[in-house]
């Protein structure tokens, strides 16, 4: 029985592992209800400031674990949609995330282990890691994870990854973007992480929130709204008390003291 266990550290960062022996981590039910209110619960606390995705047994995410999943020929639409549907909401939820989000990938990252990779904002991984999206090959396009892949690597090398439904390395995964920096082992990746928390820490998480809500809203927007909408969120939190403190901070040499909640024009 496959489980997730979430680890809470002192410096705002929650890493949720994922454990599932015998099955290269892939999720089941269990798992994904676990992940999925996990990170809505402690996304959604002031002490929470990085949210990390790992896997235990050496390696990430091998994708579903589709046991009991099997549906028979014809069955009707309603079913698979709920069959999808804990997918979408870990999908929905991980995109949606409040506070920046990390997979820190060892070995095999597989359909839905390539998704979260493509849903967080951040990835890195060893050198041991592979990354797939097989599912054409067993009869099922990758729709869900094609749409943000496109996003965060363009559609000609998503076109490679889904189309021939290939297995990539490390080095080609930093190469088109899948990934920002790649680590010689777990120990890399633990002190790639500090260093990203320690980054996080040093910023507002009220602008942090906003930055994130920002990013996903003009992704799709033409030049001249994406630029409006932005002048507009700059504007909104030029008075905000985390703003006014930066810019004590910054005249007086010293470190910032943010405040713990978000403004209400950042929540």
Known sequence: MGRVEIAVGDNGMVTFWLDNPGKLNALNETMLATLTNGIRHHGAQAACRLIVIR?????????????????????APPDALEQIRPARELA?????????????????????????????DMAICETSATFSVPEARIGIPPSMIALSLVRAIGPRATADLVLRGRTVGAEHALQVGLIQKVCEDDSGIDTDLAALSSDVWRC???????????????????????????????????????????????????PPTWTLTPTPADS
């Not at 047994?57 to 046991?67: E, K, L, Q, Y």
């Not at 809203?217 to 033409?222: A, C, G, K, L």
């Open 55 to 75: 896997g235990r047994n050496g390696t990430f995410c091998a994708g579903r674990d589709v046991a009991g999943l099997q549906r028979t020929e014809g069955s």
């Open 92 to 120: 929905e939820t991980l995109i949606g995330c409040p506070v920046p989000t990390v997979a820190a990938v060892a070995g095999r990252a597989v359909g839905l282990g390539m998704g979260m990779v493509v849903w967080c």
């Open 204 to 254: 507002s998480p009220a602008a942090l929130r906003s930055s994130k809500r920002l990013l996903r809203e003009i992704t799709d927007m033409p030049f001249d709204d994406g630029f409006s909408r932005a002048i507009e969120v700059a504007a909104a939190s030029l008075g905000s008390a985390d703003a006014i403190e930066g810019m004590h901070a910054f005249r007086s040499k010293r």
